[in-house]
């Protein structure tokens, strides 16, 4: 959903527009895109962080500030319903009268659609089909995966995964960050034209400063490159697809639920089949699902936290986000 949506080649007429009175009230769900909507806000004003660091943002009960924040905002930046299902009635509700911008339909972003199952093909992955017709492209050379593909399609959806067409991870790729800095540039100086050249000035090195970690981030990974990983919840298909740097399969599909048993047991399979040297948990998952997965295994472990929860909100964040998870994996590797 996206209300209210200024083309960027119209925002962009408004450098020289009227002056507007005040600094408009700026609300984000999570930490990552709130980083990025600091980052261009950056010297002019500080937008409100809605999911606070290490909640939740699939499940989530907003606080009275939080809540005041959402009702007092001018315009509200969110990934997508599919990642805070919660967050489409409060802003219904607190924020009816804000100018709200989907992030994950803003023209230029990359949608990936999810995967199915808990293995992953290195090949499978990218933005050119989804995880089932990356499965039953090779159905035929290997007919066992297919059955086992089948006989968890049930149980993938019993696990929290009701979702829309793409996987709403969308921060993970730098590339999407660059195109949504441009896109909050564009809404923020429709609601404030007195600050147009900021905010688009900041965008711009914004985009230079991604451009800049990109390259870093490929150097931190390039020595680990072809050693296969596991991740606990099909999260990181945007960053993978970013740094070509896929894993092998995800120990549960959702990070609302946990596994079935039967899932630990094929993953166990592919840990021990294709010399897989790392799983990654996260902050928020109970250690002891990582170490049942491991049992027999020699792999290495690690922590991934794609939302920062233990780093300070604000414009740095959202690099030492991806900055962290190329670091944890090149050290789990």
């Not at 009227?18 to 500080?46: F, K, Y």
């Not at 924020?95 to 972003?109: F, K, Q």
């Not at 066992?144 to 709403?168: F, K, Q, S, T, W």
């Not at 540039?185 to 007195?194: F, G, T």
């Amino acid at each position: 959903m996206s209300r209210n949506l200024i083309p960027l080649s119209v925002a962009a007429t408004l450098f020289g527009g009227t002056a507007s009175a005040d600094v408009p009230n700026v609300a984000a769900d999570i930490a990552p895109l709130h980083s990025l909507v600091a980052r261009v806000m950056q010297g002019v004003g500080e937008p409100s962080l809605i999911v606070a660091p290490g909640g939740s943002p699939h499940e989530y009960s907003l606080r009275p500030s939080e809540a005041t924040a959402l009702q007092e905002a001018d315009l509200v930046f969110w990934v997508s319903p599919e990642l805070t299902p919660w967050l489409e009635g409060a802003i219904a509700t607190l924020a009816s009268d804000a100018t709200v911008t989907e992030l994950l339909d803003v023209d230029g972003t990359m949608g990936i659609p999810f995967r199915e199952g808990p293995l992953f093909e290195a090949h499978g992955h990218g933005n050119e089909d989804d995880g089932e017709q990356d499965h039953e492209d090779h159905a035929e050379g290997d007919q066992h995966e297919h059955d086992n593909h089948e006989a968890h399609a049930d149980a993938d959806r019993h696990e929290g995964r009701d979702h829309g067409e793409h996987d709403p991870h969308a921060w993970l790729s730098p590339d999407n960050g660059a195109v949504w800095l441009n896109a909050i540039a564009a809404q923020l100086s429709a609601a404030d034209p007195d600050n147009a050249g900021a905010y688009f000035a900041n965008a711009a090195a914004g985009r230079e400063e991604l451009a800049t970690l990109s390259a870093e981030i490929n150097g931190i990974l390039e020595p680990v490159r072809g050693r296969n990983f596991i991740v606990f919840h099909d999260a990181y298909h945007y960053f993978e697809t970013a740094f070509d740097f896929p894993a092998s399969g995800a120990i549960s599909v959702s990070d609302a639920s946990d596994p079935s048993p039967a899932r630990i047991a094929e993953i166990q399979a592919r840990v021990a089949e294709q010399d897989v040297t790392c799983v990654l948990s996260e902050p928020q998952f109970d250690p002891g699902m990582v170490a049942a997965v491991m049992d027999g295994s020699e792999a290495n472990t690690g922590v991934l936290d794609p939302l920062g929860s233990d780093l300070e909100p604000g414009p740095d964040l959202y690099g030492n986000v991806l900055r962290n998870l190329a670091t944890a994996l090149a050290d789990c590797l």
